[in-house]
T-cell receptor
Framework: AQSVTQLDSQVPVFEEAPVELRCNYS??????LFWYVQYPNQGLQLLLK??????LVESINGFEAEFNKSQTSFHLRKPSVHISDTAEYFC???????????FGGGTRVLVKP | EAQVTQNPRYLITVTGKKLTVTCSQN?????MSWYRQDPGLGLRQIYY???????DKGDVPEGYKVSRKEKRNFPLILESPSPNQTSLYFC??????????????FGPGTRLTVT
């Protein structure tokens, strides 16, 4: 069975500074990987996903994540954060041909002015 | 507008009083699921359904029931709620198979408090 570990439960960061959220997974088969974002008092929204092809994937609001198969990681980065990026971020994995989406514990990002 | 709706959004109840949280999607999705979100634990799957009349347990099914009589609806039933079921609940849906890109659409959440 797959599992997901997000190594940081909280990440405080100053506005316009870079941020990296770490995600590692374990699975015995090929996987698809996702990052979801949850803004305060809202549901989850898909931020970006890796299914196949280029290992570097980008979102429309400046986030990017790189799939590293050898390190079983899918870290999320943004070179310059905004106050509006304050949210909780969840890494998730689903096994290829599987049905179950497994989430990590979440990383709460607090952007300070 | 494509969406997943849940009702109620907030609910405070007492131990043992049966309740139902409704979930409906308008995207003709085959796959629906329920999650609970607890601090530090992320989202854990309670039950899921691959299609009408096909349901199965997720990681934390104890104390919950579901039904899927129509494709668009997937209610979550707590027959006898207990305080450890106090949580934030999310319903989600997606198309089946690779053509969906496995993207799940989430409802706005239901915050349940059991006293």
């Amino acid at each position: 069975a797959q599992s997901v570990t997000q190594l940081d439960s909280q990440v405080p960061v100053f506005e316009e500074a870079p941020v990296e959220l770490r995600c590692n997974y374990s699975s015995s088969v090929s996987v698809y990987l996702f990052w979801y974002v949850q803004y305060p008092n809202q549901g989850l929204q898909l931020l970006l996903k890796y299914l196949s092809g280029s290992t570097l994937v980008e979102s429309i609001n400046g986030f990017e994540a790189e799939f590293n198969k050898s390190q079983t990681s899918f870290h999320l980065r943004k070179p310059s954060v905004h106050i509006s990026d304050t949210a909780e971020y969840f890494c998730a994995v689903i096994e290829a041909a599987g049905n179950k989406l497994t989430f990590g514990g979440g990383t709460r990002v607090l952007v300070k002015p | 507008e494509a969406q997943v709706t849940q009702n109620p959004r907030y609910l405070i109840t007492v131990t043992g009083k049966k309740l139902t949280v409704t979930c409906s999607q308008n995207m003709n999705h085959e796959y629906m699921s329920w999650y609970r979100q607890d601090p530090g634990l992320g989202l854990r799957q309670i039950y899921y359904s691959m299609n009408v009349e096909v349901t199965d347990k997720g990681d934390v099914p104890e104390g919950y029931k579901v039904s899927r009589k129509e494709k668009r609806n997937f209610p979550l039933i707590l027959e006898s709620p207990s305080p450890n079921q106090t949580s934030l609940y999310f319903c989600a849906s997606r198309s089946a198979g690779f053509r969906s890109n496995y993207e799940q659409y989430f409802g706005p959440g239901t915050r349940l408090t059991v006293t």
